[in-house]
DNA sequence: GCCAACGTTGGC
DNA sequence: GCCAACGTTGGC
């Protein structure tokens, strides 16, 4: 299977590139995700190797803050059954997850943020699903060609 | 803080 | 299974 693209959405609130660049051998669990469609893209689609946008949402400004690399393939998320955690869910059980995540590794925090209006600006990623309003899905594939535009764009924006 | 766009829930 | 009400997301 061909190497994929994909787009993480995080609060910095919540969890930043900071915390990423902070965290043990600079990998931490993408944990957390309690939305069936990303469910479903971090349990079966992504993959060991494929390559992740960072991206920061409800922050000064939105936008890409790094790049990332899956260094671990979907499995069960134990934050589910963490009657601690934020993200607890009841329904959830050792045999019986519901929910997954995927482990990351910073390859590149960004010195700044690449403004989303610099996305929604560029020619060729008009289809990107976070340059549309509404599009809240927190885990996005994004298409080669996207990914090349956007990695051309990091190295002319900054 | 506003509000549009979704996703989820629950009564029927 | 429909759909209105409600909750959440996330840009502005």
Redesign the pocket.
Same mark, same amino acid.
């Given at each position: 299977m061909a190497k994929r693209y994909w787009l993480f959405?995080s609060?910095p609130d919540c969890f930043s590139i900071e915390d990423l660049a902070a965290s043990p051998d600079q990998t931490a669990h993408w944990d957390g995700v309690r939305?069936?469609?990303a469910r479903n893209l971090l349990r079966d689609d992504v993959k060991k190797g494929d390559e992740v946008l960072f991206y920061h949402?409800?922050a000064k400004p939105?936008g890409i803050a790094g790049l990332c690399v899956v260094s671990r393939a979907g499995y069960p998320d134990h934050t589910a059954w963490d009657p601690d955690s934020e993200h607890f869910d009841p329904k959830a059980r050792p045999d019986n997850p519901i929910w997954y995540m995927v482990d990351v590794t910073l390859k590149k925090k960004l010195p700044e943020t690449l403004p989303?209006?610099v996305l929604k600006e560029t020619a060729g990623l008009e289809e990107m699903m976070v340059t549309q $309003?509404?599009? $809240?899905l927190?885990v996005q594939p994004v298409r080669p060609n996207e990914w090349k535009i956007i990695r051309k764009l990091l190295r002319d924006y900054l």
């Open positions: 959405k609060e939305n069936y469609q949402s409800s939105t989303l209006k $309003r509404g599009a $809240r927190s």
